[in-house]
């Protein structure tokens, strides 16, 4: 099935299943603007709880806060967001679409990339084992060319964006001939700043109005209560700040479901160290992120490190992880060393001095700044696109299975009765009124056992526990497993231990590696 196909069908079953509803759905819906439902909401909820605890109860030396959504309009200006937080756009007259133009130029890179790549695939199919890619990188002339043009229009591209030159983005489109994907045609508007940042009033009455903006990201929350948080929890070097929290960005281009929101949310850590000591903190997080993705078992061939060649002028260091979506490698999460820009700026605008204490040191200093970014959005998205599976079985039927992270799954067992008298229901309530205290339990009685397993399947419940007349007498169940299909007899009295011992964030959290 075509990639693209693919994802359609994970949207539809996000809707379908009570994940991911667009907003506002009754009137159409909102672009770019999502709700999740009753079991979005659980797969959510768990993903936050891995991260939160992956870093304040793992971490001796890292403390959450929850600081608002609205702040001081200077905060803004201190950060930079109000001067540079602003996306290139372009509108194709025909087709009256707007674009990003520094994302067409990337797409443009990227066919680049994909002809070399289909070179070689093709080489490399013909020579077989004697094949030597590097080899032939290095002397292909198809190659080589496409080489050359990527690397001239990369040079060219990163100097426009490096100078804000926007007649120049607009040359490289039309010296590259991209043609609106929509109307296939050239009709290009000029290229125009787009700030991203949401704005509204604050105040009762007009006079005292005054503008203020939705955060585009949690980050500056954490940098504006750093001397709160540092004194009142006497809080020494290294540390960090963790929030989860709603982020705003005005998007140009609202396409690709939950991966690119208006109103998204982030799950972000600062983390304050001493300068000079930024890089071995840089690493030790950019390996630790790594992890903890990887802990979920989605496949570690899917994830990869983007090294940014081009940082931010107060970055020292940048990468992204990647992971491998139906539309291609994408980012999930970003790290950045980012110096001690942040709390300087702060300094500066509120005129209040924001240094660290060094005890050790006897001096005072500003500290350096590591931070790690995710979406959560973005790795809900990941976690769906890799577990929803469409699966061959042997009387010919398929079956729509969304094999999730055990931890992660919105329901961790399904209480089945084989019919729905003869006291089944009853024993089946009575062993859910015990196990809903350590993970979420849910008894289902309506319809035939196996339709009923096929709505456990699709939500991504790993266990179900079928109640049967036999259980009246010797306390047993039959005990499905989701992604085997697998079914033993188990004493109830086994099953918390059996299923606790696979769902529980804890056990995930068991596998990360804390220096
Ligand atoms: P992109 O290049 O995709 O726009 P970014 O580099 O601007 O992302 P950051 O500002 O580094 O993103 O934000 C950190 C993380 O927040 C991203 O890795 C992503 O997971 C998430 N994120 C950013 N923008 C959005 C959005 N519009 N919708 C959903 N998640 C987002």
Redo the contacts with the bound molecule.
Sequence with gaps: MAQEDVFKKIVSHCKEYGFVFPSSDIYDGLA?VYDYGQNGVELKNNIKQYWWQSMVLLHNNIVGIDSAIFMHPTTWKASGHVDAFNDPLIDNRDSKKRYRADVLIEDQLAKYEEKMDKEVAKAAKKFGDSFDEAKFRETNPRVLENQRKHDELHARFAEAMESNNLEELKQIIIDEGIVCPISGSKNWTDVRQFNLMFSTEIGASADSASKIYLR??TAQGIFVNFLNVQKTGRMKLPFGIAQIGK?F?N?IV?RQF?????E???M?MQFFCQPGTEMEWFNYWKQYRLAWHQALGMGNDNYRYHDHEKLAHYANAAT?IEFRMPFGF?????I?SRTDFDLSQHEKYSGRQIKYFDPERNENYTPYVVET???????FLTVMCHSYTEEQLENGSTRVVLRLPEPLAPVKCAVLPLVNKDGLPEKAQEIVNDLKFHFNTTIEAKDTIGKRYRRQDAIGTPFCVTVDGDTLNDNCVTLRHRDTMEQERVPIAKLREIIEDRVSITSVLKKLDVK
Excluded: C, L, T, Y
């Excluded at 994408?330 to 970003?334: A, L, N, R, S, T």
């Design positions: 770019a585009p990201e982020a960005r998007e609202a939950v991966f690119r929101m208006r998204f949310e982030q972000e992204d994408k980012e999930v999460e970003g950045h970014s995710i979406g959560v959005d973005r790795m």
